[in-house]
Nanobody, 116 residues
């Protein structure tokens, strides 16, 4: 059974930091591209960051470059998103995604709220 379980969300003040984690099971984690998406009510889900199987190639949406860092631990089947210098516009539900060809899996999401 495939599972992606996100954790680490919460309420943080502007300028603060959070680290999201996504623990995976039920598939060959090391072969999948992993991504973090986010979604706010009434808007489409937005791709935030990608990391490829080797872990050496990453990409980010412009709005989070130099603030967010995606990483993965293939031995622990976990992908992370370190979020620094958080802004109110980063408020969203954050989802973990794993993709390999036509196979794609999603986590249940974790809420991140940036507010004073």
């Amino acid at each position: 059974q495939v599972q992606l379980v996100e954790s680490g969300g919460g309420l943080v003040q502007p300028g603060g930091s959070l680290r999201l984690s996504c623990a995976a099971s039920g598939f060959i984690f090391s072969t999948y591209r992993l991504s973090w998406y986010r979604q706010v009510p009434g808007k489409e889900r937005e791709l935030v960051a990608n990391i490829f199987p080797s872990g050496t190639m990453t990409s980010y949406v412009d709005s989070v470059k130099d603030r967010f860092t995606i990483s993965r631990d293939n031995a622990e089947n976990t992908v992370y998103l370190q979020m620094n210098s958080l802004k109110p516009e980063d408020t969203a539900v954050y989802y973990c995604n794993a993709r390999l060809g036509n196979f794609q899996y999603w986590g249940q999401g974790t809420q991140v709220t940036v507010s004073s």
